[in-house]
């Protein structure tokens, strides 16, 4: 998913109308933030174009569009999402037999 589409995903997931085009730029910024730290976090680029990254985005960006003077982080919903799009991002274990 092109990081347009995941700016018209986030305007959705805030309630603001495609159309609008005001705070574009700085959804754009939040939503490269949010991005850069799943894959700092582990995250693959496979993962991240999923569905279910695609709502843990929309969350992290809400998270830090929704920010309070002095209050910078991340909800607990986001970062669970974190950790289960990064856990999804590793490789199968090796069983043996």
Known sequence: MTDVELLAEVKTGLGIPSAATTHDSVLTQKLKLVKA???NAGVSSTI??????VGA???GVTDVWN???GDAK???LFQTLAAQLASA???PEETEE
């Open 67 to 69: 920010i309070q003077g």
């Open 74 to 76: 991340f909800s607990a």
């Open 37 to 39: 730290y799943l894959t």
């Open 57 to 59: 985005i929309v969350c």
């Open 48 to 53: 991240l174009a999923t569905d279910a990254a």
């Open 89 to 91: 991002s590793l490789p």
